[in-house]
Each structure stands twice: as C-alpha cells, then as structure tokens.
C-alpha cells in the first residue's frame, strides 16, 4: 500500500493542526495504521495508531490527550488531529501501516513521505 501524509505546516504554540494520510493500492481496511514523528537529530517516535477497523486510538504519553487519529475506509484515507500543539511538537510526521498497535517503527511495514510540522511563536 502507498502512503501520502499531507498537512503540515506552521503554527504557534496553543495551535492546531490536521494531518491527513490517504491510502492507493492495497485495501486500507486490511491495515492497523499509525503516525510517527522524528525531529532533528532524534530517533523516529511512536505518536498514536488505531486498528483497522477503527475505534479508540493508542497514544504515546507526551500527545494524549491532546492529539486524536482516526480513519476513514470508505475514503482510505487517515487522520492526526493535533490540538493544545507545543514547540516539543515540532518534527516531521510519518503515517504507517501494516503494523501492531503501540509498537516501534521498525514493527510497521508501509511508509508514507513524512510532512513538516513546526510550532513557533
């Protein structure tokens, strides 16, 4: 499956933003889908992620509550909602697919290109 993350952009602290991941190729259905993020000179960092068939998403500590993914199937396509956003927050943003709830980067098997979120006053 092909993965195309869009959205990002620049906000100020307090902000948000939606980022969007849309699925070609594969049913999206058939996957568990995440995002990711990695900032500059750090690791690739488990955000959130939620089964294929939808439902209560699994967060990372330092976003819940201030973040909420969901899905679409009928449109293949994911969501990131990301509200309260923090400078910490900045980095580029990844969705996957093709992974189990809650586990590392290198768990997942489908990438998208990424997308730059930055959060400055």
């Known amino acids: 499956v092909q993965l195309q993350a869009s959205g990002g952009g620049l906000v100020q602290p307090g902000g948000s933003l939606r980022l969007s991941c849309v699925a070609s190729?594969?049913?999206?259905?058939?996957?568990?889908m995440a995002w990711f993020r990695q900032a500059p000179g750090k690791g690739r960092e488990y955000v959130a992620a939620?089964?294929?068939?939808?439902?209560?998403?699994h967060y990372a500590d330092s976003v819940k509550g201030r973040f909420t993914i969901s899905r679409d199937n009928a449109k293949s396509t994911g969501y990131l909602q990301m509200n309260g956003l923090k400078v910490d927050d900045t980095a580029v943003y990844y969705c996957?697919?093709?992974?189990?709830?809650?586990?590392?980067?290198?768990?997942?098997?489908?990438w998208g290109q990424g997308t730059q979120v930055t959060v400055s006053s």
């Open positions: 996957a697919a093709g992974g189990v709830v809650g586990s590392v980067s290198t768990n997942w098997q489908y």
């Open positions: 939620i089964l294929r068939s939808g439902g209560t998403g």
């Open positions: 190729g594969r049913t999206f259905a058939s996957y568990n």
